[in-house]
Each structure stands twice: as structure tokens, then as C-alpha cells.
Nanobody
């Protein structure tokens, strides 16, 4: 059974940092690429970042480029999203997801498995 479990969300002040994690199990991580998406209240879910398990190539949305960093710990089957210089507009539920498509895919429907999400709130 495939499982993606996010953790590490919370409340942080604007300008601060937070690191969220996604532990995966139940599938061969080498055949999937991983992504982070977010959904703010009243808005559609949007792509944040993604990474290839195999070679570590990373992709970012323009809105987070230079502030967020996605990484993996292959031994732990865990994907991380380090978020720095947080802004109030980063407030959202953050989801990790797995895809067999191109590692840089921003298309939600390409992602087969999803976690339950973790809330990140940036206070101004």
C-alpha cells in the first residue's frame, strides 16, 4: 500500500524558515519522481517544486525560486522542502505527491499518489 505522510508544518513569522518532510512507503522510489504542491484557502492547488529520485534534478515554481529547496534522503525514502524567507502568501496546505511522469511535471493529474497535507501558516 502506497503511503505518503507529510510532517513539519506549523506557524512561522514572515521572513522565517520551515522544513516540511514527506515519508514514502509502499512503492519503488526509483521509478517515481516527487513533487510538492500547495493549496491556499479559496485557491486552486498549485505546483511548488519537484525532484528526480534518480539524479536529483530539481524544478521550482517562479514564486518560490531562490527561497525554497527540495531534496531527498534516499535511505529514508523521504522528500524535504526547505522554505526560507517565508511570506504571508506562502500560507497554504502543502502536499507531497509522486509521479511516473517527467520529474518537472507541474500537472496535478500526472501525480498518482498524494499525502494528506500539512498546514503552513506564515504570520505577518
Amino acid at each position: 500500500q502506497v503511503q505518503l505522510v507529510e510532517s513539519g508544518g506549523g506557524v512561522v513569522q514572515a521572513g522565517g524558515s520551515l522544513k516540511v518532510s514527506c515519508a514514502s512507503s509502499g512503492f519503488r522510489s526509483s521509478v517515481y519522481n516527487m513533487g510538492w504542491f500547495r493549496q491556499a484557502p479559496g485557491k486552486e492547488r498549485e505546483f511548488v517544486a519537484s525532484i528526480s529520485w534518480i539524479d536529483g534534478t530539481t524544478y521550482y515554481a517562479d514564486s518560490v525560486k531562490g527561497r525554497f529547496s527540495i531534496s531527498t534522503d534516499n535511505a529514508k525514502n523521504t522528500v524535504y522542502l526547505q522554505m526560507n524567507s517565508l511570506k504571508s502568501e506562502d500560507t497554504a496546505v502543502y502536499y507531497c505527491a509522486a509521479t511516473r511522469s517527467f520529474a518537472g511535471s507541474k500537472i496535478i493529474d500526472n501525480y498518482l499518489y498524494w499525502g494528506q497535507g500539512t498546514q503552513v501558516t506564515v504570520s505577518s
